[in-house]
T-cell receptor, first 115, second 115 residues
Framework: DAGITQSPRYKITETGRQVTLMCHQTWSHSYMFWYRQDLGHGLRLIYY???????DKGEVPDGYVVSRSKTENFPLTLESATRSQTSVYFC??????????????FGPGTRLTVL | AQKVTQAQTEISVVEKEDVTLDCVYETRDTTYYLFWYKQPPSGELVFLIR??????QNEISGRYSWNFQKSTSSFNFTITASQVVDSAVYFC????????????FGSGTQLTVLP
């Protein structure tokens, strides 16, 4: 039972390059999320998706692009990486039933360094 | 707008001491959910508890207990007889049903338990 996985776990890239972070979940959860974690800010939501082909912006979406063609995958793309995007990125998923909001389960994170 | 404040940036205790982590939240919604997550040094985020706004019962789970008080907008977390393995960053988080479906995190409290 893999749960939720992220790849790569570590990535070093250069300013201006395009980078894609992958997220895959095996639970068939409807909701998926991307967060970044920076010192002093906790976790901040970048984008989320309620279902395949449905995505919406979070708190800090600028410079990022997401897609969700399949329920189990939710890739995050940095179209032109900047140093300010150096961070740890977490993917998460959750199941929503009726009016209840359930906890999110997080992947192991991807540590991205932009030089 | 919703907000979560964890005023304690770092706490250090000696093993077997009790420790309380504070969490104060702000929301205009009457229906909301509160969460605690643990992030050990290995980096993953571990879900600990979820409470909804209609259930103010305090909860105890082993050495962990949670005190939810709507009157003071607080959802505090106590570890009894702390252990070195409890050393981690603890995050409080809030989801309000009336807002965009965003989980708002506090900035976290670094707990260090010394042997």
């Amino acid at each position: 039972d893999a749960g939720i996985t992220q790849s790569p776990r570590y990535k070093i890239t250069e300013t201006g390059r395009q980078v894609t972070l992958m997220c895959h979940q095996t639970w068939s959860h409807s909701y998926m999320f991307w967060y970044r974690q920076d010192l002093g800010h906790g976790l901040r939501l970048i984008y989320y998706s309620a279902a395949a082909d449905i995505t919406d912006k979070g708190e800090v979406p600028d410079g990022y692009v997401v897609s969700r063609s399949k329920t189990e995958n939710f890739p995050l793309t940095l179209e032109s990486a900047t140093r300010s995007q150096t961070s740890v990125y977490f993917c998460a998923s959750s199941v929503q039933r009726g009016g209840t909001y359930n906890e999110q389960f997080f992947g192991p994170g991807t540590r991205l360094t932009v030089l | 707008a919703q907000k979560v404040t964890q005023a304690q940036t770092e706490i250090s205790v000696v093993e077997k001491e009790d420790v309380t982590l504070d969490c104060v939240y702000e929301t205009r919604d009457t229906t909301y959910y509160l969460f605690w997550y643990k992030q050990p040094p290995s980096g993953e985020l571990v879900f600990l508890i979820r409470r909804n706004s209609f259930d103010e019962q305090n909860e105890i789970s082993g050495r962990y207990s949670w005190n939810f008080q709507k009157s003071t907008s607080s959802f505090n977390f106590t570890i009894t007889a702390s252990q070195v393995v409890d050393s981690a960053v603890y995050f409080c988080a809030l989801f309000s049903s009336g807002s965009a479906r965003q989980l708002t995190f506090g900035s976290g409290t670094q707990l260090t338990v010394l042997p």
